[in-house]
């Protein structure tokens, strides 16, 4: 069994700042404060950020092994949260933007598929909690 562990330091105000064994680190905030002013995203940000990551290198690999020639690809997330405390996600939309000569849509949408229903982890972590959708359009440059 594989392991990760993180070390996160209070900075200040709503500001901590992760950072795990190979000294990477990365900033997170709160709006808590009056004037709701954050220096950086908020855990719940994070989520997405980590799940749409977590499915992008998916893609990215499965397209490079299919030989697909692509220029770009941008996920764009929306995840909506219940007003009752705590405030989870219950509906996530991930929409894979991919622009590519000659890209293959049925190779896109089953490199969509496999990530959400095999290797994503993130996204497994989060099945069962969350509705998780996907949507995906392909710009031919």
């Not at 594989?2 to 795990?20: A, E, L, R």
């Not at 009056?34 to 977590?54: F, H, N, Q, W, Y």
């Not at 000569?101 to 490199?111: F, H």
């Amino acid at each position: 069994m594989s392991k990760n562990t993180v070390t996160t330091q209070w900075v200040k105000d709503y500001t901590f700042v992760s950072t795990n064994e190979s000294n990477q680190s990365v900033v997170l905030d709160a709006s808590i404060s009056r004037d709701g002013t954050k220096i950086a995203p908020s855990p719940m940000e994070a989520v997405l950020m980590a799940l749409s990551t977590c499915a992008g290198i998916d893609v990215k690999l499965m397209l490079t092994k299919a030989k697909q020639n692509f220029s770009d690809i941008q996920i764009k997330v929306i995840g909506e949260r219940r007003e009752e405390i705590p405030k989870i996600y219950t509906d996530i939309k991930l929409h894979f933007i991919v622009t590519g000569n000659d890209l293959s849509e049925k190779q896109l949408a089953r490199a969509i598929k496999l990530s959400a229903e095999k290797y994503c982890s993130v996204s497994h972590m989060l099945q069962g909690v969350v509705n998780i959708t996907h949507s995906y359009e392909v710009i031919d440059p």
